[in-house]
């Protein structure tokens, strides 16, 4: 069973394959994203982190469509972001946090955004890299994301979101204990 490898964070051979031909096509379908970058060179970065490709595969199997957004050249790290259209169908209909799930007393949701995030070895997007993203396409014309919440918000209870409407990107807020099916997060992974 796939589960069994994934508790491993590891991949089969076949799972690697069909990951590395779906983040290529994507990189070269994309080069606005990533200009100046080679797709052989992420890929050769890739091979030396089982971890951070069982990462990369959850943000795929979540609906994520990861892609480079930029290369840190202090630290030799490549950025990957979120790039689905929309807020990632398999992270959706999820409160903020650990702490606003059990806060919840009925209808809880299946998880929260911060713990799921954990678990794929990701991190929410904040709001500079969500502007960031939004430059390269316009993302969640319908849908909304939690990003990163500063901690004085989160203290009074509340987190925020963003979306792009009307050629601009909007951050808004709600009680971190809330829940959308059309409010999921996007996430960044740094290898």
């Excluded at 069909?18 to 992420?42: C, G, I, P, Q, Y």
Aim: hydrophobic share 30%; charged share 30%.
């Amino acid at each position: 069973m796939n589960n069994i490898k994934s508790n491993k964070r590891e991949l089969s051979l076949k799972q690697r394959e069909e990951l590395f031909n779906t983040l290529k096509a994507r990189f070269e379908k994309s080069m606005n994203r990533h200009k100046d970058l080679e797709w052989a060179k992420v890929q050769a970065k890739l091979e030396t982190d089982a971890g951070k490709l069982w990462s990369l595969n959850e943000m795929e199997r979540t609906g994520g469509e990861p892609d480079v957004v930029g290369f840190d050249k202090k630290t030799g790290e490549y950025i990957f972001y979120d790039c689905s259209a929309e807020s990632p169908k398999g992270r959706r209909s999820l409160c903020y946090d650990g702490e606003a799930l059990e806060s919840r007393k009925e209808h809880k949701p299946k998880n929260n955004a911060i713990d799921m995030a954990a678990a794929m070895g990701i991190e929410l997007l904040s709001e500079e890299q969500y502007r960031e993203l939004q430059k390269l396409g316009n993302f969640d014309t319908k849908t909304s994301s939690w990003i990163k919440t500063p901690s004085d918000i989160r203290k009074l209870g509340g987190a925020i979101f963003a979306d792009y409407r009307y050629g601009n990107v909007f951050v808004y807020h709600n009680g971190a204990e809330s829940y959308y099916a059309a409010r999921g997060f996007r996430g960044s992974l740094r290898v």
